[in-house]
């Protein structure tokens, strides 16, 4: 998950993905704050209920 979600980040800094309000969003951090919330976001569990 953590490698999808840099993945995702580093395509919107590099213009690969055109959505003006994330390119911004994207281009501020360090490779290293983007590495820390990735991983943050990645560590967190949750279960998914299906609904009848």
Known sequence: MQGYLIG???AYR???FD???MTK???G???Q???NVSGWYSGIEM???AFD
């Open 19 to 21: 959505y003006p309000q």
């Open 29 to 31: 951090p360090s490779q």
């Open 8 to 10: 995702r980040i580093e």
């Open 47 to 49: 279960d998914v209920l």
């Open 25 to 27: 969003i994207a281009g």
């Open 33 to 35: 704050e983007i590495a």
């Open 14 to 16: 590099s213009g690969r």
